[in-house]
């Protein structure tokens, strides 16, 4: 299976920052598009950010467009979400997994691999 080590999360005051990380666990990334995803008690799970394999190609979702800011290095083996001006809203446990479809579009949003035990992000004053 593939799957990831999510890290970075924390408690942060709304209008801060956090940044996230994704490493895989025990194969090469290079080849998978990536996307992290967040799941809050009682909400359904939400579909974050995606990036392609080399890094072409980037979405998100609508409630964190302007905010949010998805990256990768191959060579180090990470993939990054870099989080601004964070609400109330986005406490979450952030989790990222595989892709099986293209950033571009929806499907990226449904259509991904397992995920990880992901990272606690929790926005509170």
């Known amino acids: 299976q593939l799957r990831f080590v999510e890290s970075g999360g924390g408690l942060v005051q709304p209008g801060g920052s956090l940044t996230l990380s994704c490493v895989p666990s025990?194969?090469?990334?290079?080849?998978?598009?990536i996307g992290w995803f967040r799941k809050a008690p009682g909400k359904e799970r939400g579909a974050v950010s995606c990036?392609?394999?080399?890094?072409?190609?980037?979405n998100y979702g609508a409630s964190v467009k302007g905010r949010f800011t998805i990256s990768r290095d191959n060579a180090k083996s990470m993939v990054t979400l870099q989080m601004n001006n964070l609400n109330t809203e986005d406490t979450a446990t952030y989790y990222c997994?595989?892709?099986?479809?293209?950033?571009?579009?929806?499907?990226?949003?449904?259509?991904?691999?397992?995920w990880g035990q992901g990272t606690q992000v929790t926005v509170s004053s």
């Open positions: 997994a595989a892709v099986f479809a293209p950033c571009a579009g929806t499907r990226w949003e449904v259509d991904f691999g397992s």
């Open positions: 025990g194969f090469a990334m290079d080849y998978y598009t």
């Open positions: 990036i392609s394999s080399y890094g072409g190609d980037t």
